[in-house]
């Protein structure tokens, strides 16, 4: 019997049995519209899932709760983690899919980040756009080489370069495979997001 799929989202299936499916995780105040367009852009033909976040912050879309601009609810962060996970869980049951590569942007970067480290096996990797550390204190959590790409602006005003380099270390420490890429640039995305994502997606998709 297949879950419920209680979040909103769009899917679109793919027609490239061979390109993974993402998971798309917007920003704050986007909805489950907003990543579609980049997804089809970095992984063309791949499956994509993409849900709106639970929480409204006066009126705007999050996937879990803040005190203040970068200080979160972690218990807040936990719960929405897994509820999210389960979801995609028993999205993969109703859509037959595999495990999906994660793409999230700031808010839904840091879920991405957090799903990672407290539920290691739904997701079969990760692009991280402007992420942050997102829980103060971490399980050791059984990652198995999942690539993820960190993507940091050197100018972003709401992340410092040094938690975004925390990050790395806490993902690499936890079993996965990280780059990290810091580009000269601020918290919005920019073309140059597009091509290293485009890169990175060649390269971790090319069969072993
Ligand atoms: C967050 O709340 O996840 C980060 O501060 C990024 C943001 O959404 O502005």
Avoid: C
Avoid at 15 to 38: F, I, S
Avoid at 118 to 130: K, Q, T
Wanted: no cysteine; charged share 20%.
């Amino acid at each position: 019997m297949t879950k419920d799929l209680n979040f909103i989202h769009r899917f679109e299936p793919g027609n490239r049995l061979e390109a993974p499916p993402l998971l798309l995780l917007h920003g704050t105040g986007g909805d489950e519209n907003d990543l579609l367009p980049l997804g089809e852009a970095i992984s063309p033909g791949s499956a994509l899932l993409s849900p709106r976040g639970q929480v409204l912050e006066h009126g705007m879309p999050r996937f879990f709760r803040r005190l203040s601009e970068g200080v979160f609810d972690e218990d807040d962060v936990r719960r929405r983690a897994n509820e999210l996970a389960d979801f995609v869980e028993a999205a993969r049951d109703a859509y037959m899919l595999a495990a999906p590569i994660a793409l999230g942007y700031s808010n839904g970067a840091n879920i991405a980040a957090a799903m990672l480290l407290l539920r290691p096996n739904v997701l079969a990797g990760a692009f991280l756009l402007r992420a942050m550390v997102p829980l103060s204190e971490t399980p050791t959590a059984g990652l198995r080489g999942q690539p993820v790409l960190i993507v940091s602006g050197e100018l972003d005003p709401i992340i410092p370069a040094s938690n975004a380099s925390r990050l790395a270390g806490i993902l690499t420490q936890a079993g996965a495979s990280v780059q990290h890429r810091t580009l000269p640039l601020g918290h919005q995305l920019s073309q140059f997001d597009l091509k290293v994502a485009q890169d990175w997606m060649k390269a971790v998709s090319q069969p072993a």
